[in-house]
């Protein structure tokens, strides 16, 4: 099982027949992965961490923190708190083969915060059960290092968001043409909703709030 970074929505994908999975677009195995100036360019600057959240996805890691970006959301699953520390030499790895075996041996505690996060929700949830990972806002290149280092981070560029939906903590994200985001906050959802709102109205007047069902 192999992980490609798609070039069109920066979503990291097994590609079915040759197509994104997530947006669609036609991918072509002999491309190389994107510089990382080229993904400076898209996905801007880092921000800030707004809360732990949960992706509703099957595939690859749900749980993780959420970070406000200048030109989008960047999600980074828990397992990775020290990525940023670790020696990084720049190497694309999109088309190595071996992340399923390294999701595969993530899984277990991903389970386990599952079950934490279910355990703990609402009024019962602590921040200190994800401890936020330590990131050095002045790599270099901070989020073209943070998307190649593991097929479960996911970027999700403001102008590819049409419209949104909120209803306290839960948030889907519609996006054009790739598929829509649903996440869950775990912590305080009122601050995070503050947030997001003033982020998506400023970065992206186009997007609008739809009530929820
Ligand atoms: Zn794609």
Redesign the pocket.
């Known amino acids: 099982m192999t992980f490609l970074l ?1 070039r ?2 920066l ?1 990291w ?1 097994e590609p079915i027949q040759h197509r ?1 999975a ?2 669609g ?1 036609m991918i072509d195995l002999s491309d190389p992965d994107p510089s990382p100036d080229v993904l400076t360019e898209r996905m801007g600057f880092f921000e800030e961490r707004m809360g732990a959240v949960q992706l509703l996805r099957n595939e690859l890691p749900q749980i993780g923190h959420w970070y406000r970006a200048t030109k989008g959301f960047l999600f980074l699953p828990h397992e990775l708190r020290n990525v940023v520390d670790e020696e990084t030499n720049w190497k694309p790895q999109s088309s190595v083969g071996d992340w399923w075996s390294l999701i595969k041996s993530m899984m277990p505690q991903a389970a386990l915060i599952d079950w934490l996060t279910h355990r703990f929700n609402e009024n019962h949830w602590n921040d200190a059960l994800l401890t936020p990972p330590e990131i050095d806002t002045q790599t270099p290149q901070l989020l073209a290092r943070l998307l190649m280092r593991h097929p479960g981070v996911l970027f999700i560029e403001h102008t590819t968001i049409s419209q949104y939906r909120n209803r306290k903590r839960n948030w889907t994200l519609y996006r054009s043409p ?1 598929r829509t985001i649903h996440l869950r906050v775990l912590g305080e959802w009122r601050e995070f909703q503050e947030r997001m709102e003033s982020t998506l109205k400023f970065t992206h007047p186009g997007s609008a709030p739809v009530e929820m069902l």
């Open positions: 798609c069109h929505c979503g994908v994104c997530l947006c677009e790739a």
